[in-house]
């Protein structure tokens, strides 16, 4: 009898084992998941009207991307306008748009050349076209390298453009600044150097006269920056009124005569790829550091 009643104890204690455990485990499946399973679960919280509020889990934060740094000519206009053309048009157009009245020297009733043929190697025989080409098509690959908008007046020696119609183009295009590159020429073969020339007094308005200002500070500037870059003899900034380019300009414009291809020196550099690409260098020199466009840009 006594071993009976040991026998039912122990068979009614491994009963109340096996129901506290699946109990334990009903109860550790609700709140923490089955042992070894990481995954976590939304704890309940009593809401102030009795409702149970669920929190959800918070993800890790994910970590910004860093931003790429801004090309340093990102927001520039620069205008190129290579002088010259294959085929010179003998066409006349007005020198400038004003009238007598304003300038008696250069004015709408004075009629210029629409496009001249341009000077030519003394000792390469290379036409100053395609020499102005060239430069211009290093100087836009640079600019373009460093972020800057670049707009060409020409990319092929085809074109028929007169110097109304490459002014027209990068006024259009609202330039921060128009370069045209040209060579010069001199009766003297000893004469070298480069040299900016800007406009003149034009109409005489106080407008024209502060673009002529703001254009000088560009030009002595580009002249500092391309001598350091090419070793040419800085001839100075001059400023006329018979350049149709100039006086039809609205935008900032500078032309830029790259040296004296009746030099012998100058010519050869001039005709070669290396120098080409030092004048393409010391130009983007020039507008990567210049105080007078950023101060124009801040204004």
């Known amino acids: 009898m006594r071993y009976k009643i040991m026998t039912i104890t122990v068979v009614a204690l491994l009963c109340v084992a096996v129901i506290l455990g699946f109990m334990i485990f009903i109860v550790s499946t609700n709140q923490g998941g089955i042992a070894g399973n990481n995954t976590p679960v939304p704890t309940s919280e009593a809401t102030p009207d009795g409702g149970i509020e669920t929190s959800v889990p918070t993800e890790p934060p994910t970590e910004e991307p860093t931003p790429t740094p801004e090309p340093p000519l990102a927001g ?57 080409l060239d430069i211009s098509l290093k100087l836009k690959a640079k600019l373009e390298a460093l972020g800057a908008t670049v707009v060409m007046t020409r990319e092929t020696h085809d074109v028929d453009l007169s110097n109304i119609d490459r002014a027209n183009i990068c006024n259009e295009a609202g330039c921060d600044v128009t370069l ?46 391309y001598v350091n870059s090419t070793g040419a003899v800085n001839r100075g900034v001059k400023t006329s009124d018979d350049y149709t380019g100039l ?6 414009s500078i032309i830029i005569e790259c040296g004296f291809m009746s030099n012998e020196e100058e010519d050869n550099k001039l005709a070669s790829a290396e120098y080409q690409q030092q004048i393409a260098d010391g130009i983007a020199n020039w507008l990567l550091n210049t105080k007078v466009l950023k101060q124009a840009e801040q204004e």
């Open 76 to 132: 520039m206009i620069i205008g190129i306008d290579p002088g010259h053309q294959k085929k010179m048009n003998g066409g006349k157009e007005p020198c400038a748009p004003w009238g007598p009245e304003a300038n008696s020297k250069a004015n709408n009733t004075v009629m210029k050349t629409k496009t001249s043929s341009g000077t030519q190697g003394k000792f390469t025989n290379q036409p100053e076209y395609i020499v102005t």
């Open 180 to 225: 045209r590159i040209h060579c010069n020429g001199a009766d003297k073969e000893s004469v070298n150097g480069v040299e900016a020339w800007i406009r003149g007094v034009g109409d005489g308005t106080k407008e024209y006269k502060e673009l002529g200002e703001y254009e000088k500070q560009l030009a002595e500037e580009l002249l500092r920056y």
């Open 247 to 252: 006086n039809w300009s609205t935008v900032p």
